[in-house]
T-cell receptor
Framework: ETGVTQSPTHLIKTRGQQVTLRCSSQ?????VSWYQQALGQGPQFIFQ???????GRGNFPPRFSGLQFPNYSSELNVNALELDDSALYLC???????????FGSGTRLTVV | GNSVTQMEGPVTLSEEAFLTINCTYT??????LFWYVQYPGEGLQLLLK?????DKGSNKGFEATYRKETTSFHLEKGSVQVSDSAVYFC????????????FGKGTLLTVNP
């Protein structure tokens, strides 16, 4: 059973650019959630995808968007990057109605 | 809205010492409560959970009891090891175990030999 895989592990972007982060969910999981973890803080919920539709969203602006694909993998897109978007982005997969998340190791995004 | 407050760190202990990390929460209804652990350079791992009042979650020598009357879920371990050094997060979910999690800010634990 494979876990949650995120790519890339690190990247550096310039303010104003756009970025796409990718997540492969754990085998058997059909729901993907994304979290933003700023340095020294707890993770903050961005949104969740189930059946390729957004299934709940946290307090993040529309420039944060996502996709879920038929194989349950997911992308997080962030447009017009700001310095405060620098953070660890965590993907977590789960089974709808199931018993908890499996987290990936995250993508460390640095905006300069 | 939901919120989680946990004791600020860092916490530094000697090996075999007793550990307590305090966590209190604010939520509507009857949330599920969790402790997650994050080792350096890694994602989050579920340490233990409790889904109703008076439940005790336990794993790897760690324990926490869901106390509705005090809205608390304190993490304890009787004898810590160097390998327990990590950041510990208390979290809650109002919609079941795989609905959105609300996390505390985390507590860094360092255990010295």
């Amino acid at each position: 059973e494979t876990g949650v895989t995120q790519s890339p592990t690190h990247l550096i972007k310039t303010r104003g650019q756009q970025v796409t982060l990718r997540c492969s969910s754990q085998s058997g999981h059909n729901t993907v959630s994304w979290y933003q973890q700023a340095l020294g803080q707890g993770p903050q919920f961005i949104f969740q995808y189930y059946r390729e539709e957004e299934n709940g969203r946290g307090n993040f602006p529309p420039r944060f968007s996502g996709l879920q694909f038929p194989n349950y993998s997911s992308e997080l897109n962030v447009n017009a990057l700001e310095l405060d978007d620098s953070a660890l982005y965590l993907c977590a997969s789960s089974l709808q109605g199931g018993d908890g998340y499996t987290f990936g190791s995250g993508t460390r995004l640095t905006v300069v | 809205g939901n919120s989680v407050t946990q004791m600020e760190g860092p916490v530094t202990l000697s090996e075999e010492a007793f550990l307590t990390i305090n966590c209190t929460y604010t939520a509507t209804g009857y949330p599920s409560l969790f402790w997650y652990v994050q080792y350096p350079g890694e994602g989050l791992q579920l340490l233990l959970k409790a889904t109703k009042a008076d439940d005790k979650g336990s794993n790897k020598g760690f324990e926490a009891t869901y106390r509705k009357e005090t809205t608390s879920f304190h993490l304890e371990k009787g004898s810590v090891q160097v390998s327990d050094s990590a950041v510990y997060f208390c979290a809650l979910s109002s919609g079941g175990s795989n609905y959105k999690l609300t996390f505390g800010k985390g507590t860094l634990l360092t255990v010295n030999p």
